[in-house]
């Protein structure tokens, strides 16, 4: 049955790409949690979904021109109203340091398909490293020379390249990177495209799916997983469709 991953967090009710989004998403029972990274000036991993600072934080800016300290002042709730406690940008060590108190699969997505961040592949590799995550990390990007770069860097860390466009071939991108799976926005993603990508043992990883009926077309295709903003709600699915199945 499909694996469940909330998608920055459970950022459906809580601040997106926040502590308190992965701490929530942990206690509804979902598989793992997917986040994005940028990088400041002074080279910090930080987890935030845009290039700048604006739709998500009480202040303005260029992620890439700021730094650490600069983004770490800021209140990220913004795109849930004012949050009460003032959640701030997490950094990707933070969260590298809580995944040791629970089991969670981490996909960490490098956004580095509009800024280039030069070196970031190598520098999130070594903080998996540090921290022994390499079993419980899935790596992915939008852009696919970062993907192979990432294969060539490390041949046995999780991959996969994410795309959102129709057209795409998801088979032939995935092997095209060298990737163990590939993550597909739900819209452009068609029941035989994904029947070649199992047969060739690809699993397919769709994004982002917070409504029924497509939570349960996709489980009962046999979709390897699912990012979900609403990961509460996916886990309910999913628990009703295993009952089905028992009886
Ligand atoms: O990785 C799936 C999804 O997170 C990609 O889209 O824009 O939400 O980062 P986005
Ligand atoms: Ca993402």
């Known amino acids: 049955m499909s694996q469940i991953f909330a998608h920055r967090g459970a950022s459906g009710i809580y601040p997106e790409n926040t502590m308190k989004a992965f701490k929530?998403?942990?206690?509804?029972?979902?598989d793992g949690i997917e986040l994005d990274v940028q990088r400041t000036k002074d080279g910090a991993l930080v987890i935030i979904h845009d290039?700048?600072?604006n739709?998500?934080?009480?202040?303005?800016?260029?992620?890439?021109?700021?730094?650490?300290?600069?983004?770490?002042?800021?209140?990220?709730?913004?795109?849930?109203?004012?949050?009460f406690s003032n959640p701030k940008i997490p950094l990707l060590?933070?969260?590298?340091?809580?995944?040791?108190?629970n089991e969670l699969i981490c996909n960490v997505e490098l956004?580095?398909?509009?800024?280039?961040?030069?070196?970031?592949?190598?520098?999130?590799?070594?903080?998996?490293?540090?921290?022994?995550?390499?079993?419980?990390i899935i790596l992915s990007s939008?852009?696919?020379?970062?993907?192979?770069?990432?294969?060539?860097?490390?041949s046995a860390i999780s991959i996969?390249?994410?795309?959102?466009?129709?057209?795409?071939?998801?088979?032939?991108?995935?092997?095209?990177?060298?990737?163990?799976?590939?993550?597909?926005?739900?819209?452009?993603m068609t029941p035989a495209l994904?029947?070649?990508?199992?047969?060739?043992?690809?699993?397919?990883?769709?994004?982002?799916?917070?409504?029924?009926p497509k939570i349960s077309k996709w489980m009962l295709a046999g979709l390897s997983g699912i990012i979900t903003d609403y990961p509460e709600r996916v886990v309910k699915i999913r628990e009703t469709i295993l009952k089905g199945k028992m009886e």
Not at 170 to 188: E, G, Q
């Open 194 to 212: 994904m029947d070649s990508c199992q047969r060739m043992n690809i699993p397919v990883r769709l994004y982002t799916l917070n409504h029924e």
């Open 51 to 53: 290039e700048t600072v």
């Open 24 to 30: 929530e998403a942990e206690k509804s029972g979902c």
């Open 142 to 154: 939008f852009n696919p020379d970062s993907i192979s770069l990432l294969r060539e860097l490390d």
């Open 111 to 136: 956004k580095n398909d509009k800024v280039r961040y030069e070196g970031m592949e190598e520098e999130v590799l070594q903080k998996i490293a540090e921290y022994g995550l390499s079993e419980r």
């Open 55 to 83: 739709r998500t934080t009480d202040g303005r800016g260029i992620v890439a021109e700021m730094t650490q300290k600069q983004i770490r002042s800021l209140d990220a709730s913004y795109n849930k109203k004012k949050w």
């Open 160 to 188: 996969a390249p994410i795309y959102s466009k129709k057209g795409v071939n998801p088979l032939l991108l995935a092997t095209s990177t060298c990737a163990n799976a590939v993550h597909a926005n739900y819209r452009v």
């Open 93 to 101: 060590d933070e969260v590298f340091e809580w995944l040791h108190t």
